[in-house]
């Protein structure tokens, strides 16, 4: 049993840097809108988070670690009463510098706005006008 006592130490050292190193990241889909409930359809080619029905100021979130190698991608399919489209709401390259590892989306009647880190709301037009 003494032999296993070093694979054990490694593998513990090996989570417990892990942890460290690649610190989850958490992606969350909010409804802005009054008096209007959003649907919310989240995926990333590994995972299909399903489809929500949010009403006004629910919300939707869920964690994940990032990717260094290769991108770690997730993409939301939303659709109010005002429009609908599909967006990239975490992308390694591009989300890592304007949200850092937890990203809020607010669903608004102009379209979907990501709470920036730094320089307030960056919004995206609705892909498709209702």
């Not at 995972?47 to 770690?72: E, K, N, P, V």
Request: charged letters at 15%; glycine letters at 8%.
């Amino acid at each position: 049993m003494e032999y296993w006592r070093p694979a054990l130490i490694v593998l513990s050292l090996v989570f417990t840097t892990s942890e460290a190193l690649y610190p989850k990241s958490r992606v969350t889909v909010a409804d802005a809108i009054t008096g209007d409930v959003i649907t919310a359809h989240c995926y990333s080619k590994d995972d299909d988070l399903g489809t929500h029905q949010l009403a006004y100021l629910q919300s939707f979130s869920w964690t994940f670690r990032y990717s260094l190698i290769g991108s770690t991608e997730f993409f939301c399919t939303i659709s109010t009463q005002y429009g609908s489209g599909n967006y990239m709401v975490y992308g390694n390259y591009i989300m890592l510098n304007r949200c850092g590892l937890d990203c809020l989306w607010q669903v608004q009647a102009g379209g979907p706005c990501l709470q920036q880190t730094r320089g307030g709301l960056w919004c995206q037009p609705w892909q498709k006008q209702t």
